[in-house]
């Protein structure tokens, strides 16, 4: 059964569309009209092997906000839509993933219940074009959308583009490990029948 959701959101602010295939080969056609952010959103296509398409037009004559934070909340959208009820996926995914001097781990729980934590501070305040306060609006978007409990630590990192980059892909990872399918998983992996 193909795990692919497509989703539309159309706002004052933001016109956002955006197509998921949880197994694919890792390919991205991403234009939010942030270079960075297209880069990240890349990124965690490439490193997840999802196949993503991500369209966004945002008032970006205003700030990077709004288009960063509705991106998050629609890909939750999708990856919520995309893992469907949830049945014979490991649920759970972690990694910890080196970018140079950056260490990032993230850790997540398709569990149903949206719970973001996050220690991260970035000693710059922009990547490019891109607010590095944003980052965490976009991955609590994403954890609150999708109904996950998602968690980032910073081991190490100081570099703003570096710790950035391997929170997305960090992320990536975990996701695709969550969302693998086992055989051994008949059901959901949960005590209480759902999730």
Known sequence: MERIASFSRITKETDIAITLNLDGSGKGDISTGISFFDHMLNGFSRHGLFDLTCQVKGDLEVDCHHTIEDTGIVL??????????????ARYGTCILPMDEALVLCSLDLSGRPYYVSDVEFPTEKVGKMDTQMVKEFFYAISYSAGMNLHFKMLSGNNSHHMIEGMFKAFAKALDMATTQDP??????STKGSL
């Open 76 to 89: 939750g959208q999708v990856i919520r839509e995309a893992v469907g009820d949830k049945k014979g996926i």
């Open 184 to 189: 051994r998983i008949t059901d959901v992996l």
